[in-house]
């Protein structure tokens, strides 16, 4: 059947196949969409970014878990504000990131902002604090979409505990969303 148009009776839709059959698109081919489309491509949920309204206290050379309270946006509502810690319920691979520093007037010593993965290191970035550095670090997490959680720390070895800066929510940022594949 070769045609140019294919165009249904007035007041309804244009099926082609049926449930359970597969339509191949061959390769070279372009598929234009001009009007609303449904089931192509996917999204990028669940996500969300988070930010806290205080700042956390992380005590000398301790890993200390960050506080973010306040959901920008929690797409899915996997994101757990009272715990700080996203547990998506869709398997995939995830973008996660950490974006903050330390409320530190003064140059200092080595300071670390990390992303931890059911309670161990994951990735985590090490720097030395130069009068108000904000940090960023990501990486791609393999979550299992049952179990499988995220949490935002921060490390300082100054000497005596010092607040991470997560107080001001346009200095840090809590952060993931799922990866099309």
């Known amino acids: 059947l070769f045609v140019d148009k294919l165009d249904p009776q007035s007041g309804t839709s244009l099926e082609i196949g049926s449930s359970g059959d597969t339509i191949t698109i061959p390769s070279g081919a372009t598929i234009t969409n001009n009007g609303t489309q449904t089931g192509f491509g996917g999204d990028n949920t669940p996500s969300f970014q988070a930010y806290n309204s205080s700042e956390t206290s992380v005590a000398n050379n301790t890993y200390t878990k960050i506080a973010y309270t306040n959901a920008e946006w929690n797409l899915g509502s996997n994101y757990d504000t009272s715990t700080s810690r996203f547990t998506p319920t869709t398997a995939g ?57 995220v949490e935002a720390y921060a490390l300082q070895q100054t000497g005596g505990a010092i607040d991470f800066d997560n107080g001001k929510s346009y200095r840090s940022r809590f952060g993931a969303y799922k990866i099309l594949t």
């Open 93 to 149: 691979k995830y973008y996660v990131y950490h974006i903050g520093g330390f409320n530190v007037g003064t140059d200092s010593e080595p300071m670390r902002v990390s992303i931890y993965k059911n309670g161990s290191l994951q990735i985590e970035n090490q720097y030395k604090n130069f009068y108000y550095n904000i940090y960023y670090i990501a990486c791609t997490v393999d979550m299992n979409g049952s179990s499988d959680y």
